[in-house]
């Protein structure tokens, strides 16, 4: 039997912290993705998004899940769908995302790469027409879960870990303080914005510096492509640190704050990527 990696948003989170990757650097991720949109598709989006900026609803998905019960084509069979897309997604056993969101007895997996899809399929094909409630929801998902996808400690190592979804406790330790946390939550609360003080507009203004050739280069690829390349990271990640093991505040900021920044400017490039192949 094949052995899957899981990742997926633990949804609590969404109500712990200000310093969690669905604020601050969710909007981040909008702003820089508006900053690289061609006029066209800035046009588009902000005719349908009511003149806001993209980083106004970055986080919707997230605050109005349940506000958001809006059927948008899924093809679950069987149970209920508390939300109308996925917040994570399933990889094989070599990393690679599933393309499917059905198991092999057709109960319904969590598959966010796909509803990207999805979402841009339906967007380009029907945007200038379909129901303005439809569309914000289509929209919501893709502005936020392009974000997500690029969030590494959304993974478990596999299905058989006796820690799955990255929530085995470990010591963070800040000088003579030390509080118990998961890895999940070490890295969404402490990992950006818990050490600078900007805001996201500021953080779009100093991680959006890369050189067009650059971006062409983190471009590359699809949505299943980008899925695979946050995998290998959340596998080497949760390979740093076992379960009970002390984490340094310093080491640790100093060995991922960077990687996640990154991923974050990665994930603004390609969501502007998406939504200029979308509406233009």
């Known amino acids: 039997m094949k052995r899957f990696i899981m990742l997926w948003l633990v949804t609590t989170l969404a109500s712990t912290s200000a310093y969690a990757w669905w604020g601050r650097e969710h909007a981040t991720v909008a702003q820089i993705a508006e ?5 066209k598709a800035k046009a588009l989006m902000k005719e349908y998004l009511g003149g806001r900026p993209m980083a106004y609803y970055a986080s919707h998905a997230d605050h109005y899940r349940n506000e958001s019960l809006i059927d948008i ?3 679950q069979k069987d ?5 109308p897309f996925s917040h994570g997604y399933y990889v094989d056993e070599e990393l690679k995302p599933l393309r499917d969101s059905l198991d092999a007895n057709g109960m319904y997996l969590k598959n966010s790469v796909r509803d990207i899809v999805r979402a841009s ?7 200038h027409t379909m129901n303005d409630s439809v569309r914000l929801v289509q929209l919501y998902c893709i502005i936020h879960t392009v974000g997500d996808l690029h969030c590494p400690v959304h993974a478990a190592l596999d299905a058989d870990s006796p820690t799955p979804h990255g929530k085995y406790r470990l010591f963070f330790r800040n000088g003579d303080k030390q509080i118990s946390k998961s890895m999940h939550g070490l890295w969404e609360m402490r990992m950006v914005g818990g050490y600078q003080p900007w805001g996201s507009g500021d953080l779009a ?6 050189s067009e050739a650059q971006i062409a280069e983190c471009c590359k690829g699809d949505v299943y492509v980008w899925g695979e390349e946050t995998a290998h990271l ?6 740093d640190y076992k379960a009970g093991e002390v984490v340094e505040k310093k080491p640790f900021h100093d060995k991922y704050q960077k990687i ?3 991923q974050i400017t990665k994930a603004g490039y390609r969501l502007a990527k998406l939504l200029n192949e979308i509406l233009n």
């Open 121 to 127: 399929r339906n967007l380009k094909e029907n945007h």
């Open 234 to 239: 959340a596998y080497k990640l949760y390979n």
């Open 205 to 210: 203004k100093i991680l959006d510096s890369w």
């Open 79 to 83: 149970g209920t769908r508390e939300v």
């Open 73 to 75: 084509g899924f093809e």
């Open 260 to 262: 996640a920044e990154r």
């Open 35 to 39: 900053n690289h949109l061609t006029p």
